[in-house]
């Protein structure tokens, strides 16, 4: 099993920036894809990003591409998401996973909320 913990949320003001972190505890051998996911109220998870292992691939959203980036600390188990430019549509709780999902690797989140 592995455990994934969210963090690094909060209220920021639009054209803000956040830098959310993923620490992955537990079976970690294993070379996961990971990503990020977002869930605002009244709608479904959407993806985010993804991160291959090494680091060579990296997939966003189209809302994301240029203002967000993930990256990656294996040394750490713990994976980056670099929000910038932040408008009120990205208020959610934001979720890691590897991908593709699994189901008991959900954590709580972290919630960011952007206010304009």
């Known amino acids: 099993q592995v455990q994934l913990v969210e963090s690094g949320g909060g209220l920021v003001q639009a054209g803000g920036s956040l830098r959310l972190s993923c620490a992955a505890s537990?079976?970690?051998?294993?070379?996961?894809?990971m990503g990020w996911f977002r869930q605002a109220p009244g709608k479904e998870r959407e993806f985010v990003a993804a991160?291959?292992?090494?680091?060579?691939?990296?997939y966003y959203a189209d809302f994301a591409k240029g203002r967000f980036t993930i990256s990656r600390d294996n040394a750490k188990n713990t994976v980056y998401l670099q929000m910038n430019r932040l408008k009120p549509e990205d208020t959610a709780n934001y979720f890691c996973?590897?991908?593709?999902?699994?189901?008991?690797?959900w954590g709580l989140g972290t919630q960011v909320t952007v206010s304009s």
């Open positions: 991160i291959s292992w090494s680091s060579t691939n990296t």
């Open positions: 537990g079976r970690t051998r294993r070379s996961y894809t």
């Open positions: 996973n590897t991908i593709p999902p699994q189901t008991p690797y």
